[in-house]
């Protein structure tokens, strides 16, 4: 009866036999199947058990089909059994995985581990409690949260973005419809995608610098015409061609809206110098409108006009220091300057323009006063001697310069030592080296040689009157009659016993 009653429930026998041979209990993850031997082992066939293995792990039994994941690369590899890796029937504790962290290799796996990915902590992307194989493998299955783009790209993150750092992305704009050219090379990306937002972002140039536009709107919406991506500020715009106004000089530089002040530039402006400068003139309009026979393009100063070639009057000397307004004292179109010296200088004129022959017979260009250069040669009185040193205020008592004397006396009476003595003829005996340097021939020019003690004689003995006045007798008598001891009794021939040596001593010849 009892082998019976084995026999009639051989299943259940055969189970617990099963169950009370085992050699120990299995992990706590197949408790389920610990009743049921047959779901993981073939009594018949140990070799199908890697196959009752893939029968309840699905997921692995795809990848091992498909060589994916990590299981998939291991039977590549060469490892076929289950149980070469797993082994069960150690208790409820024991961990069957066998999986050494520090060991492991993420390469088999469908994500390697490269860049900064290789220092991360395996929970930082293996959730607890969550199969190892459930790691999401793509880049936005970890950073969705961290997308500053926000699910606008469909492309991979790897297109544009290293595993080194998430930042510094390197996206080919190229492949877009909109190539970055010139200074938007440098940009930030949130530069035109404001808030990380790509979507419906403009292609045109307006589209983005519409607040920047100084000639708001006024240009139209095609910058490009004017304007290169390299930078904004330089224009490629052909002033000359579409306005007929070269732009040389500073013109080529400054800001339109200098000229265009409204902004609007279609409103019409002035092509000469003077409809945009008049409020800069600062010959508040003298020198008319034609600013450029003075001013060039390229500095407003010095200025280049040529006065010799078309004033017909060069500036030489001080005059090419002085101011324009110096001479030009009212508009140039209603004024007609002189071109001699008293044309000009007719209110500085000292000598009250009594003086013929121009200013320029006396002064120089560089100074009115140092470059005296008058000639007194050619004038009546030519100077001589001493007289070629002393200064001209000596003889010129007036800057008319036209009654100076001309005779020795009118200059020299309060010098003369003979007091009018001996007439007004300096000359006869003085010369004009020097007022000692006598040189009268009495002999010869008075026909009276000074003989003997006469020779002596100061000119005031003889001459008490002045020369021309009294006409001097030659005889003895007419001097010595006052000294004649004979009272007369001899006549007046004296030198019939006197001699000029001397009065005494006297003897008839």
């Not at 099963?18 to 047959?38: F, N, W, Y």
Request: aromatic share 6%.
């Amino acid at each position: 009866m009892t082998v019976l009653s084995c026999m009639g429930s051989s299943g259940a026998f055969a189970a617990s036999v099963e169950k009370l041979l085992m050699p120990g209990k299995v992990s706590r993850a197949h408790i389920k199947q610990e009743d049921t031997c047959a779901d993981c082992h073939d009594r018949s066939n140990v070799r199908t058990q890697t196959s009752l293995c893939l029968d309840c792990h699905k997921p692995i039994a795809a990848d091992v089909r498909e060589h994916h994941g990590y299981h998939g690369r291991m039977t590549n590899a060469g490892v076929g059994e289950c149980r070469a890796c797993h082994t069960e029937h150690k208790g409820r504790e024991a961990d069957i995985v066998h999986l050494s962290r520090a060991l492991f290799d993420h390469r088999l796996t469908d994500f390697a581990l490269e860049g900064a990915h290789s220092a991360l902590a395996c929970e930082s992307c293996h959730k607890t409690g969550e199969p190892w194989r459930k790691a999401p493998a793509t880049c936005v299955g970890c950073h969705k949260a961290d997308d500053a783009h926000r699910g606008q790209f469909t492309l991979s993150c790897s297109e544009c973005h290293s595993s080194l750092s998430w930042t510094g992305g390197k996206f080919d704009h190229d492949k877009t419809d909109f190539k970055l050219t010139g200074a938007h090379q440098a940009v930030t990306c949130d530069a035109c995608h404001v808030g990380g937002r790509y979507k419906q972002t403009p292609k045109t140039c307006v589209g983005c610098h519409a607040t920047d536009d100084e000639h708001r709107g006024s240009r139209g919406a095609e910058c490009g015409k004017c304007h290169v991506t390299k930078e904004w500020k330089t224009a490629k715009y052909d002033h000359l061609k579409e306005t007929g106004y070269a732009l040389l000089g500073v013109h080529a530089d400054i800001d339109c809206v200098a000229c265009h002040r409204s902004g609007n530039y279609k409103d019409k402006i002035p092509k000469d110098c003077n409809g945009c400068h008049a409020a800069d003139d600062s010959h508040a309009g003298r020198f008319g409108v034609k600013c450029d026979d003075c001013h060039d393009n390229e500095k407003w100063q010095p200025v280049t006009y040529d006065h010799a070639v078309k004033a017909k009057f060069p500036l030489s000397g001080a005059h090419a220091k002085i101011d324009c307004y110096a001479c030009h004292t009212a508009v140039v179109a209603k004024q007609t300057l002189a071109k001699d010296c008293a044309g000009c200088h007719r209110s500085d004129d000292p000598h009250g323009g009594k003086l013929k022959g121009g200013c320029e017979t006396c002064h120089g260009r560089s100074s009115w006063v140092s470059d005296v250069v008058f000639d007194h040669d050619l004038t009546k009185y030519p100077l001589l001697g001493l007289h070629r040193v002393v200064s001209c205020a000596q003889c010129h008592s007036t800057l008319a310069f036209d009654k100076a004397p001309e005779k020795c006396v009118d200059c020299h009476s309060h010098d003369d030592v003979h007091k009018g003595g001996l007439g007004k003829k300096c000359e006869t005996c003085h010369s004009s080296n020097g007022w000692p340097l006598w040189v009268f021939d009495h002999a010869k020019d008075a026909h009276f040689p000074l003989l003997g003690a006469h020779g002596k004689l100061q000119c005031a003995a003889c001459h008490r009157e002045p020369p021309g006045t009294v006409k001097m007798s030659q005889q003895c008598i007419a001097c010595h009659q006052k000294d004649d001891r004979h009272l007369g009794q001899y006549g007046a021939k004296c030198d019939r016993c006197h001699t000029a040596d001397s009065w005494k001593g006297a003897r008839i010849q």
